[in-house]
């Protein structure tokens, strides 16, 4: 569904999974920093929220889209989490340039779920322009970061229960 046609943060909170014991990674985009530290914040209150401990939530930033797939990849291996969760914006400009980065970052992070099979989640904003972005960080469409933080918890969630 078109978040023009939902609020971001307007989950059904009986879906999420308690977060305790779960660690989970926030790699966030420094380009376009107004629109990526509200995100990145809301994904910190989410899992806050959820119960995960101040401690096991890791927050790393890079230099902007591209960065984030490797960025994600180097927390995986490094830290071994249980989900990672991939926060930029890009706007779209007068050149192709737009297109580039995110087909980029779409396919970098879908590889790092099937490479790692651990969730990897996308938490880009794409848009037109700056007012599209604004109101999904934290605007009157919610908060993309909130999302992708309940998204994080539910397939963390999910690969623990099917392992058992």
Known sequence: MASNLKNLSDFNHTEIPDGKGLKIGIVVADFNTKITDALSEGAYNTLRKYHLNEENIIIKRVPGSIELTLGAQLLQ??????????????????????????????????????RYQRPFIFGVLTTD????????????????????????????SLRSELKK
Do not use: P, W
């Open 129 to 156: 322009n700056l007012q599209q972005a604004l109101d999904r960080a934290g605007g009157k469409h919610g908060n993309k970061g909130d999302e992708a933080a309940a998204a994080a918890i539910r397939m963390a």
């Open 77 to 114: 291996e490094h830290l071994e989490l249980d989900a990672i969760i991939c926060l930029g914006c890009v706007i779209q400009g007068e050149t192709k340039h737009f297109d580039y980065v995110c087909d980029s970052v779409t396919q970098g992070i879908t590889n790092l779920n099937i």
